[in-house]
Nanobody, 117 residues
């Protein structure tokens, strides 16, 4: 079983930057993994931020997420990272990553990001 694990969340000020990490607890990413980042604000539906393929590093972003969010691979730490710039209070949410394998989508527990004004 694949268990994604997010980390790096916390409380930041508006305008700050923050990097979140997604790793595979007890395992590693494999070549054709496509890691997706999502977020869910309280009372709202979960929304996709973007994806990255582990081997090729191909990235795609939701239109609403372009500009301030960057997804990249950290080979040294075997993690797929989400870097966020210019954080706003409306970015406050739980941030999740998922990894589809063999037609099953595995989700992490999420990491809370709170942006204070």
């Amino acid at each position: 079983q694949v268990q994604p694990a997010e980390s790096g969340g916390g409380v930041v000020q508006a305008g700050d930057s923050l990097t979140l990490s997604c790793s595979v607890s007890g395992g590693t990413f494999v070549g054709d993994d496509m890691v997706a980042w999502y977020r869910q604000a309280q009372g709202k539906e979960r929304e996709v931020i973007g994806t990255i393929t582990w081997d090729a590093g191909s990235r795609h972003y939701a239109d609403s997420m372009r500009g301030r969010f960057t997804i990249y691979r950290n080979y040294h730490e075997n993690s797929a990272c989400l870097h966020m710039n210019g954080l706003k209070p409306e970015d406050t949410a739980i941030y999740y990553c998922n990894i589809p394998r063999a037609s099953v989508v595995y989700w992490g527990q999420g990491t809370q990001v709170t942006v204070s004004s």
